[in-house]
T-cell receptor, first 111, second 113 residues
Framework: DAKTTQPPSMDCAEGRAANLPCNHS???????VYWYRQIHSQGPQYIIH???NNETNEMASLIITEDRKSSTLILPHATLRDTAVYYC????????????FGTGTRLLVSP | DVKVTQSSRYLVKRTGEKVFLECVQD?????MFWYRQDPGLGLRLIYF???????EKGDIPEGYSVSREKKERFSLILESASTNQTSMYLC????????????FGQGTRLTVV
């Protein structure tokens, strides 16, 4: 499994864009990049995933570099409720692929 | 609404007890996972299962076992609970395809005294 590296913490002002980086330099061609977040005292929640193209949904945008060695999760207008730990995960397409989390980035959104 | 349900939100057990943590999913998912989460260590995979009666060790299987007798249910067993197994335990499930997300339960906070 490709490993990921994320900064331990980040701050963001409410209403501004939050850009969360992730390095995955050992990613292989058939591995997806996933993002989850965990709000205090809850189970992790899926946000978005992608293979090589940029992706956008109602929660966030995912930008993957052309060499696929890094990605950025963008929350376009952060709110206080976006305060959470954000996990970047790489996962392959094989049937028996385990899902491995790192320690994530703790995002604090302030008024 | 999709759901992963863990049998208890909070649990207190004594050292040496045999502890069962139950997880049920209603999405007909093949994959199920058990994690523990401790401050500063993130989520660590204990065991996972990709089919009934199939199991694979995760990163920290020592002191734990699992059971998957039915597709919808995945049980984590602490054969003889110890204080260092005090933790938040999270269950998740997903389809077998790597291109789909996992769904998590709300977690069981286990305290071993």
């Amino acid at each position: 499994d490709a490993k990921t590296t994320q900064p331990p913490s980040m701050d963001c002002a409410e209403g501004r864009a939050a850009n969360l980086p992730c390095n995955h330099s050992t990613i292989s061609g058939n591995e997806y990049v996933y993002w989850y977040r965990q709000i205090h005292s809850q189970g992790p929640q899926y946000i978005i995933h992608g293979l090589k193209n940029n992706e956008t949904n109602e929660m966030a945008s995912l930008i993957i570099t052309e060499d696929r060695k890094s990605s950025t999760l963008i929350l376009p207008h952060a709110t206080l409720r976006d305060t959470a730990v954000y996990y970047c995960i790489v996962r392959g397409q094989r049937s028996f692929q385990k899902l491995v989390f790192g320690t994530g980035t703790r995002l604090l959104v302030s008024p | 609404d999709v759901k992963v349900t863990q049998s208890s939100r909070y649990l207190v057990k004594r050292t040496g007890e045999k502890v069962f943590l139950e997880c049920v999913q209603d999405m007909d998912h093949e994959n199920m996972f058990w994690y523990r989460q401790d401050p500063g260590l993130g989520l660590r995979l204990i065991y996972f299962s990709y089919d009934v009666k199939m199991k694979e060790k995760g990163d920290i299987p020592e002191g734990y076992s699992v059971s998957r007798e039915k597709k919808e249910r995945f049980s984590l067993i602490l054969e003889s609970a110890s204080t260092n197994q005090t933790s938040m335990y999270l269950c998740a499930s997903s389809l077998v395809s790597g291109n789909t997300e996992a769904f998590f339960g709300q977690g069981t906070r286990l305290t071993v005294v």
